[in-house]
Each structure stands twice: as C-alpha cells, then as structure tokens.
C-alpha cells in the first residue's frame, strides 16, 4: 500500500492529475478512483487471478498412442522383413537345379525331334502344351491333394517347367515363318499355341479335381468302413 500511494504522488506531481494535493487527500471518492487505477495499471501491478485449491486428484493424463503399424483387426501383422531375408537359399537351390533338368530337357527334345525352316516347329508346339497341361496338373496336386510342401513347386513349377516351356523359342520360329512368306503357318502358330495351352491347362485342372473328388469319397467310405464294420462296404 506505501508503494501504491508513492506512485499516486508522482503521478500527481508530474502533471497527470490537475487538482492539488489537499484536494484529492479531502476527496475519498478520488482517493479510492485512484488507488484503483493504480492496481489496475500500475507497473508492479502483480497477477491477481484466483488460484482454486482443491482436494480432488488430479486426472491421469492419457498416454500417448503407440507410432506403430496399424492394428489389422485383432490378425497377425504383416511381416516387413525384405524380400531377401525371407528367401530361403534351399528354395533358390530347388528353382536352380528344376530349371537345370528343365532346359537340358526341351534341348534333348529340340535334337531329337527338329524341324526345318519354313515348316511348323511341331516340337515348339508340343513342349508347350504338355508344359501347360503338367503345370495345371501339379498346382492341383500342390495346393489341394498333397501335404503342405517346401521345395515340390520351386522345384517342379518354377524350375523344371518354367525351363521346358518356352516364349522365345516361339516367337523365333513365328518370325522364321514370316521371314519365309509362310503367314497362314506363322498365325496358326501363334493363336493355335493359345488356345491349345489355354485347353491343355483347363484339361489339367479338370482331371487333378477329379483325382481329388475321388480321393475324397474313398477317404469317406474308409471311415465309414472302419465306423459301422467291413460289410459296410
């Protein structure tokens, strides 16, 4: 409060106030106008905002969210590892030597069945379908019919087969053909090996499902058998 009313002093004795001292000591409601100006805007004026005390705790403050990956509704998260780490070297090994006997293969199939220029590669043709129909045959027997396997598809699927089939043998003999003037042989070449592969593959397919419906039904009539007795046969 002395601090207060020093400062109300020199405020009135530097020009800020035009009545006189006595005036303004004589005057209560000036006193009090002023002594609140100078809580108001006074330069030690101190922060007079209420501080509550309370005897609740205080809430917990949440915690933050993990920067993980995203959750994946409750399942397994995705494996990040590269693609490197997950490749075994056994299944490199397996694809390595499939393509090893797959190639060797259709080159001992090239010499001993060639074909001369200018004539339809019937051997190109045949190494094809016949990849077309094992490969439907086996992803039946792979996928659906035998135990779960490591190394039988690298090994059959993609070595071995993906070396006995081939594109570009294909398409050099097509341009052979064209190079000869043989355009009707050339198409028939091209759309025939299409269509063949695409039957050969939907033949596959269709006798590994009934290889497989049949296995179902005696693998049914054996537990029935072994259930109610052998007459039941």
């Known amino acids: 409060m002395v601090e207060t009313?020093?400062?109300i002093r020199m405020r009135i004795f530097n020009g800020a106030c035009a009545r006189s001292w006595a005036t303004v000591c004589t005057d209560p409601c000036?006193?009090?106008r002023l002594l609140m100006?100078?809580?108001e805007s006074g330069p030690e004026r101190e922060s007079r905002e209420p501080t509550y005390i309370s005897d609740a705790e205080p809430e917990p403050e949440p915690e933050p969210e993990p920067r993980g990956e995203p959750e994946t509704g409750g399942g397994p998260t995705p494996s990040r590892e590269p693609f490197r780490s997950r490749l075994r070297k056994g299944v490199l090994a397996a694809v390595a030597f499939g393509g090893v006997l797959g190639g060797s293969a259709r080159y001992v199939l090239g010499l001993t069945f060639p074909t001369s220029r200018g004539t339809f590669p019937l051997t190109t043709f045949a190494i094809n379908v016949s990849g077309?129909?094992?490969l439907a045959l086996l992803l039946v027997y792979v996928l659906e019919i035998w135990p779960p396997t490591r190394y039988v598809r690298p090994?059959?699927?993609v070595g071995f087969l993906g070396a006995f089939t081939t594109f570009s043998t294909w398409m050099v003999d097509t341009d052979h053909l064209l190079g000869h003037g043989h355009y009707a042989v050339a198409a028939f070449n091209v759309f025939g090996s299409l269509f063949?592969?695409?039957a050969a593959t939907a033949l596959g397919l269709a006798i590994g499902r009934m290889v497989l419906a049949r296995r179902v039904r005696l693998a049914a009539r054996h537990s029935r058998a072994r259930r109610y007795g052998w007459w039941v046969r």
Do not use: E, N
Request: hydrophobic share 55%; charged share 20%; aromatic share 16%.
């Open 5 to 7: 009313d020093q400062w």
């Open 30 to 32: 000036s006193v009090r």
């Open 37 to 39: 100006r100078a809580d």
């Open 132 to 134: 077309a129909f094992l």
């Open 155 to 157: 090994f059959a699927g």
């Open 196 to 198: 063949a592969g695409l």
